[in-house]
């Protein structure tokens, strides 16, 4: 049964629902414009084809709910618990995730642009076939996560820890990784267009077939690349 009416009713009457339980609810399709959820709970909520602008969500838990095919803009999810959400399809404007838990998330065909994830933890996380233009990835840990077919533009991963993920057939202009780990990464049959690998660790990573124009990798370690 929809939770549609419940929450927009609520919202209007007060929009900071900080530290609320809204677990299990579903808001298929709802529309939301400058409500507080910090602290909030929001367990297996079902938030798919929602529209979300202006929205905090900072140290609220998330754990497996569904943003599948929103329109999320300036949205605030630094410090969530977004383990195993779905943002499969969607599209992210704005959005902080600085610092929250993003273990095991889907991002796969989603569209990112000028997003934060400084720091976060996507390790096992899917980005499969998305597109990520304008964003920071750095120092956040990506340990195996699934980013085949990905387009990465004007994207920063300095100091991103994303040992043994799978970034082959992956397109990336102008996109700092240095000093990141990709220790026994793939990145065959990726496009690069300056790239800066400088000193990295990139002991092991499969770079067949790749295409390189304009990337730099002073003083990074290619031994058995």
């Known amino acids: 049964m929809s939770n549609v009416e419940e929450i927009i009713s609520l ?12 677990s299990g609810f579903d808001l298929k399709g709802v529309s939301l414009n400058g409500a507080s959820f910090a602290f909030a709970t929001l367990i297996d909520t079902n938030m ?9 969500f900072p140290q609220a838990s998330l754990n ?3 943003f599948k095919n929103a329109k999320i803009k300036n949205v605030d999810f630094s410090s969530a618990n977004l ?8 599209s992210l404007s704005g959005c902080n995730f600085k610092n929250a838990n993003l273990t ?3 991002f796969s065909q989603a569209k990112l642009d000028d997003c934060n994830f400084h720091g976060t933890n996507l390790n096992h996380s899917n980005f499969y076939s998305s597109t990520i233009d304008n964003s920071n990835f ?5 340990l195996y996560a699934f980013l085949k077919q990905v387009i990465m533009n004007k994207c920063k991963f300095n100091g ?16 700092d990784m240095k000093g990141s780990t990709l220790k026994y990464a793939d990145l065959n049959s990726c496009t690069f267009n300056d790239v800066n690998f400088s000193n990295s ?4 990573v499969d770079f067949k077939d790749a295409q390189c124009e304009g990337v730099q990798g002073e003083e990074a370690n290619l031994e058995g690349s």
């Open 160 to 175: 991103v820890n994303a040992r043994g993920s799978d970034m082959s057939f992956s397109k990336m202009i102008e996109v």
């Open 64 to 66: 497996k709910a569904t």
């Open 83 to 90: 383990e195993e959400v779905t943002f499969e399809e969607a």
């Open 48 to 56: 798919e084809d929602a529209e979300l602008l202006d929205i905090n």
């Open 11 to 22: 919202v209007l009457e007060e929009p900071k629902q900080d530290g609320g339980d809204f």
């Open 138 to 142: 750095s120092f956040s840990r990506m």
């Open 201 to 204: 660790n990139l002991i092991g």
């Open 104 to 106: 095991g998330c889907d």
